[in-house]
């Protein structure tokens, strides 16, 4: 099923750079990305381990999302532990 929405999309395809209006977007200074950093994803790679069913079904229940929440719980454990 196609989730509908109400983007004008032929609209926005016309649109060119000068009819953007960013009067509402402050300008940003050097001071302002100085302690800035770039983020590079880390790459992903498959790893199988063994939990408890009932942590496995607290996932399970998360859907396609169960992935991304296990990786960020390690990363917060490892974050604050290493």
């Excluded at 099923?1 to 649109?15: C, G, H, P, V, Y």
Aim: charge should be negative.
């Amino acid at each position: 099923m196609i989730k509908s929405t109400k983007t004008d999309f032929a609209r926005l395809r016309r649109q060119t750079e000068n009819d953007i209006d960013y009067s509402d977007i402050p300008e940003t200074s050097e001071s302002f990305w100085g302690d800035s950093s770039l983020v590079v994803p880390h790459q992903k790679v498959e790893f199988t381990v063994n939990i408890d069913e009932d942590l496995a079904l607290w996932l399970k229940r998360m859907g396609k999302n169960s992935d991304l929440a296990i990786n960020n719980i390690l990363r917060a454990y490892y974050l604050v532990n290493f």
